[in-house]
């Protein structure tokens, strides 16, 4: 859609998507140990001690870990440059709130938890400090447009009760009882 911010530039294939992440990561157990035990992503290969490929449904990859240029070391300082976050994308409200059920069971806290108007989202950091978004889009026709038909995403709370009764009546019993959300 030729808008004025976009204005002469040629439009990306509308097939391309986003492909894997690759971390740098301080302890590869430590990113292992979050993204497969308590993410439930499945490890598909290991390069030794240095280096792990995960994936959901058997996929080569999506996410990458490495310790090539980073072994024990420091995540970077606050205010310079780098990955904001990384975004994981569930395919149903119900998979988010096991998602949520999941980092509640293994004591991890939120940063943030927002409904975007296209979608709802959880923030976390992993164990090195990388931002992470898990996130389930709106089907395209519920998005909010402005009367002039533009995209108008927003930023409002998300109720994270609401979330977790999405879970299956067999999960929802594994929920940790917790006041903080």
């Not at 949520?100 to 959880?122: C, F, K, P, Y």
């Not at 992993?126 to 995209?151: C, F, I, M």
């Amino acid at each position: 859609m030729a808008t004025p911010e976009n204005k002469g530039a040629q439009p990306i294939d509308p097939q391309v998507r986003m492909g894997h992440v690759h971390l740098k990561v301080a302890d590869l157990e430590r990113a292992i140990g979050f993204y497969r035990d308590v993410l439930g992503f499945e490890l598909m290969q290991r390069m030794g001690d240095q280096a792990a490929f995960l994936s959901a449904g058997g996929y080569h990859h999506h996410i990458a870990l490495n310790t090539w240029e980073s072994l024990d070391g420091e995540p970077p300082p606050f205010g310079t440059t780098g990955l904001y976050h990384h975004a994981i994308v569930y395919p149903s409200r119900a998979a988010l709130a096991d998602a949520l059920r999941r980092l509640i069971a293994a004591g991890i806290g939120l940063e943030g938890a927002a409904d975007h108007g296209v979608s709802q989202s959880l923030y976390l950091r992993d164990p090195d400090g990388n931002g992470v978004e898990l996130y389930v889009d709106r089907p395209r026709e519920a998005w909010p447009h402005t009367p002039d038909g533009k995209l108008a995403m927003y930023t409002r709370h998300l109720d994270l009760r609401s979330l977790l009764a999405e879970l299956p009546a067999d999960k929802a019993n594994d929920v940790p009882t917790t006041r903080d959300l």
